[in-house]
């Protein structure tokens, strides 16, 4: 019903920079939190960031200071910029979403990942 489409991961060095996108769509009659996770090898998979519809977010410890998350609710679209990058911050990142299909059914959805890979 709902599909999540990340874009936007790649190699970087050390220090770099790189945004990720997320577009959500299908049937959707609004969302309401968006976020993105991430999971190394051997690691579970953790909470980077989130946002919800009306903007309030919140970081992993990790990532504060140096990775923002935005959204535009008009395309239905959540953004990760993430800088000065870290080879710990290596990682397939994935999307989330909490989608109302209908103005009562919840459902939650997942992107496909994609792969951040931060060179030293």
């Known amino acids: 019903q709902v599909q999540l489409v990340e874009s936007g991961g790649g190699l970087v060095q050390a220090g770099g920079s790189l945004r990720l996108s997320c577009a959500a769509s299908?049937?959707?009659?609004?969302?309401?939190?968006m976020g993105w996770y991430r999971q190394a090898p051997g690691n579970q998979r953790e909470l980077v960031a989130a946002?919800?519809?009306?903007?309030?977010?919140d970081y992993a410890d990790s990532v504060k200071g140096r990775f923002t998350i935005s959204r535009d609710n008009a395309k239905n679209t959540v953004y990760l910029q993430m800088n000065s990058l870290k080879p710990e911050d290596t990682a397939v990142y994935y999307c989330?979403?909490?989608?109302?299909?209908?103005?009562?059914?919840?459902?939650?959805?997942w992107g496909q990942g994609t792969q951040v890979t931060v060179s030293s």
């Open positions: 989330n979403a909490h989608v109302l299909t209908t103005p009562l059914v919840e459902v939650g959805s």
């Open positions: 299908g049937r959707i009659f609004s969302i309401k939190t």
């Open positions: 946002i919800t519809r009306s903007g309030s977010t």
